[in-house]
Each structure stands twice: as structure tokens, then as C-alpha cells.
């Protein structure tokens, strides 16, 4: 199973990977995540994708600032399971400097997202951006 696998590699690489069953839970542990760790100014341009998480109550502290920010909530483009590396594009609204300079970078991703090599996620990008591949990606 891919997730299983990208959760190995993942891992393996020092990321810490955690499965919810839903939104919900997603904002659980979003939540206890920024409880525990005290984290006060979270950066993230996914304007789209927090607006929709209000129905579950999550409206964490957003700043602009990168720089002095405590984390990073960011989406990708895909999963990588043979890997355990995630793709981001310059096209997603954070970009991937949130991934570069923040001290913690969160990565929310679906199950939907997961390919097995980094030749299907980079087939997958050129299908989403219409052949072209978005100027900067990486893993």
C-alpha cells in the first residue's frame, strides 16, 4: 500500500507523519500539535483550504511574516511513497519558501495525492498544469 510506504520512508527521514481518517480529525490534531508545542504565529497562504476548516473550529493565528514565524501549514502536489519526499510546486498559494524557512513546515496531504515514483508525480504535474511543468518544483 502506498501510504504505508511513503509513511516508512517518511519517517526514515526524520519526518513525522501523522494519518487522520478525516477533517476532523485533521483539525484534532492540528490543534493539539499547536497546543503542545506553544506555537502562537502559524504562516500559510491556503486561504481556500483554512476557510474550509472553520466548520470544525480551526482558526489558528495567522501571520505573514515567514520569517518570524513558530510553523508552517502548507498543501503539495503529491506524495512521493518510494521516496517519502513531497512535492510542492511554485504554483500552490504558500509557494515553497513556507517549506525552506520556517522553523517546522506542516504538509497537509490526501491519500488522493500519493504516486508511487517521482516520474508519476511529475507526469501528474504536467497533466494538472496543462504540459507545463510549473517553473521551480521540488522534493
Given at each position: 500500500?502506498?501510504?504505508?510506504?511513503?509513511a516508512e520512508?517518511?519517517t526514515?527521514?526524520?519526518g513525522?507523519?501523522?494519518?487522520?481518517?478525516?477533517e476532523?480529525?485533521?483539525?484534532?490534531q492540528?490543534?493539539?500539535?499547536?497546543g503542545?508545542n506553544?506555537?502562537?504565529?502559524?504562516?500559510?497562504r491556503?486561504?481556500g483550504w483554512?476557510?474550509?476548516?472553520?466548520?470544525y473550529?480551526f482558526?489558528p493565528?495567522?501571520t505573514?511574516?515567514?520569517?518570524?514565524c513558530?510553523?508552517a501549514?502548507?498543501l503539495?502536489?503529491?506524495?512521493?511513497?518510494?521516496?517519502?519526499?513531497?512535492v510542492?510546486s511554485?504554483q500552490?498559494?504558500?509557494?515553497?519558501?513556507?517549506s525552506?524557512?520556517?522553523?517546522i513546515?506542516?504538509c497537509?496531504?490526501y491519500?488522493s495525492?500519493?504516486v508511487?515514483?517521482?516520474?508519476d508525480?511529475?507526469?501528474?504535474?504536467?497533466?494538472?498544469?496543462?504540459?507545463q511543468l510549473?517553473?521551480?518544483?521540488?522534493?
Amino acid at each position: 500500500e502506498l501510504t504505508i510506504e511513503f509513511a516508512e520512508k517518511f519517517t526514515e527521514l526524520l519526518g513525522k507523519f501523522i494519518y487522520c481518517s478525516d477533517e476532523g480529525e485533521l483539525v484534532k490534531q492540528l490543534t493539539q500539535l499547536i497546543g503542545t508545542n506553544k506555537w502562537t504565529k502559524i504562516y500559510s497562504r491556503e486561504t481556500g483550504w483554512l476557510d474550509d476548516m472553520k466548520e470544525y473550529h480551526f482558526d489558528p493565528v495567522n501571520t505573514d511574516d515567514l520569517a518570524s514565524c513558530d510553523a508552517a501549514i502548507t498543501l503539495c502536489d503529491h506524495l512521493v511513497a518510494r521516496t517519502g519526499t513531497i512535492v510542492l510546486s511554485s504554483q500552490q498559494l504558500s509557494g515553497r519558501a513556507a517549506s525552506v524557512y520556517a522553523p517546522i513546515h506542516v504538509c497537509i496531504a490526501y491519500s488522493s495525492q500519493l504516486v508511487y515514483d517521482l516520474k508519476d508525480a511529475l507526469l501528474a504535474l504536467r497533466e494538472k498544469y496543462n504540459g507545463q511543468l510549473p517553473s521551480f518544483y521540488g522534493c
